[in-house]
């Protein structure tokens, strides 16, 4: 099928924590609306089946609770209506940004996925009411090609976002195409729990996501297009994930991936919105990762120096870390009850410093999550205190071998190039309870290389 995912630069709010009419804010989300239009007829020429668009594209972000009520679509999560907004427009107030989306669906015979605010009054009986006596939430709505509202999720691992509330259950949301069968959807933050993103692809058996996020960028292990493509290949399935274009606050990366391929979009340069528009194959079976070639084992040579084991902070994170020196080697580091293991050779000797990190532990900046992580990194410099940092380039090929003794089996297998482009490993699996990832020669010079491991029932 030809899926389409559009990198929005959203028009946004000169203040957004000032309170403002309905009718300004519909002035503003309609300027936005205006571009997606535009894109929805350009993916349709394209012959595009289905078109996602960015979390926080409508409206912007940086809200306060009060500010954003506005910018809010009234909708009612419990009604099992059929509603289709483009035809039926007066059922509800304040539905208008629905309107327009439904309108672009059904005029251009697309199915659309869009990200906005919406709004349910509650009763103060509800013990999970808020006080102001209404939810407001994180919403991603699924339109059908004729205009009909099939699906709507609202996000519930929420980043920060004190505008918004925790639905009380988390929403499992599929929808059916009749391109691709059922797709799933959640919303940015959520890639990284077990609810509902791992939950819902488990108990749906989904092979097709679609994934709005607004992603501000962190190398080197959580790069928008890296954990998308990381997350695809782990389970297996196709992700259309939109981001937003806004480079000031890191915020880049959109693509639409299969687990054996990928078309990104990463701009940190310039300005404006990109329409990425591919055919992807609808996965139907399971692909066998190649578990031919095994690991070696690590041999215990006598009397040679061991490079020094050193820390550094990475992720804001204390990673154990050995130096990758020389020509070829093999090296192990341990941290709790994880061990990393690396082979590695590297035919020309560059100028550049590599090192092998383990983290085993909590992660407690930006959300709590516990990750068990092997991580071959370029260092920043060539001081041991700048390996963790952000690098966005690098020359050295490296074939390498990592695996390490994970305790979970939700890993995520990284692979980052340089400028931000990604590779795909020769071999990947698990092996005598070791989980691994080889590659022989990567395409460009090595950023990361990484086994990131999410420890789910230890969070």
Sequence with gaps: YVAAVYEHEPILSPNPTALVDRQSALELMGRNLDIYEQQVVAAARQGAQIIVFPEDGIHGFNFTRSSIYPYLDFFLHSHSVKWNPCRELHLFND????????????QNKIFLVANLGTKQPCEHIDPHCPSDGRYQFNTNVAFSDDGMLVATYRKHNLYFEYAFDTPPEPDYKVFDTPFAGKFGMFTCFDILFFEPAVNLIRQYNLKQVVYPTAWMNQLPLLSAVEFQQAFATAFNINILAANIHHPTSGMTGSGIYTPVKSLIYHNMESYGGKLIAAEIPVITTD?????????????????????????????????????????????????????????????????????LGVFDGLHTVHGTYYVQACALVKCGGLSFSTCGQEVTDATALIDFQLWGNMSTPYIFPLLLTSGITLDFADHMGWKNNHYFISKNRTSSGLLTAALYGRWYEKD
Excluded: H
Excluded at 95 to 105: G, H, K, P, W
């Design 287 to 355: 692909y066998k990762t190649n578990l031919e070639k095994s690991p070696g084992t690590v041999s215990e040579k006598g009397n040679e120096q061991l490079p020094p084991i050193f820390y550094a902070e990475m992720m804001y994170d204390n990673f154990t870390f050995v130096p990758v020196w020389g020509g070829k080697g093999e090296l192990q580091v341990c941290a709790n009850t994880l061990c990393c293991y690396l082979n590695y050779r590297r035919a020309v000797l560059t100028d550049e410093l590599y090192a």
């Design 95 to 106: 539905t208008e940004v629905l309107q327009r989306l439904s309108c672009m669906a059904l």
